[in-house]
Nanobody
Framework: QLGLVESGGGLVQPGGSLRLSCSSS????????LGWFRQAPGKEREGVAC???????FYADSVKGRFIISKDNRKNTMYLQMNNLKPEDTANYHC???????????????????WGQGTQVTVST
């Protein structure tokens, strides 16, 4: 168990915003690249964004310009600011430490074979 905790999800109307948070009681986030992933019902889990240890970022085309990934090492917390949300953003969102962040993250880039519970984001009227 990595003690990963995702939070901040909820129900929001199209065009709205949410900020997701990811923290861990057992990992020091400053040591790893980090990523956000999501899985919609009936679909494969996909990478959303990742951030390197020196704050470089990469985004999936579907969220580029709308989502912002960031981290606060003092709080050992990573964030995903999601703006202009669309119904197709509806999914369960997960965070994970990575072995690398050189483009849109893949689940295969995870450092550990572990998923937290995630946080549900639902975009609907």
């Amino acid at each position: 168990q990595l003690g990963l905790v995702e939070s901040g999800g909820g129900l929001v109307q199209p065009g709205g915003s949410l900020r997701l948070s990811c923290s861990s009681s057992r990992l020091t986030f400053d040591w790893y690249p980090l990523g956000w992933f999501r899985q919609a019902p009936g679909k494969e889990r996909e990478g959303v964004a990742c951030i390197t240890t020196n704050y470089s970022t990469f985004y999936a085309d579907s969220v580029k310009g709308r989502f912002i990934i960031s981290k606060d090492n003092r709080k050992n917390t990573m964030y995903l600011q999601m703006n202009n949300l669309k119904p197709e953003d509806t999914a369960n969102y997960h965070c994970a430490p990575l072995t690398r962040c050189v483009g849109v993250p893949s689940p295969a880039d995870r450092r550990y074979d572990y998923w937290g519970q995630g946080t549900q984001v639902t975009v609907s009227t």
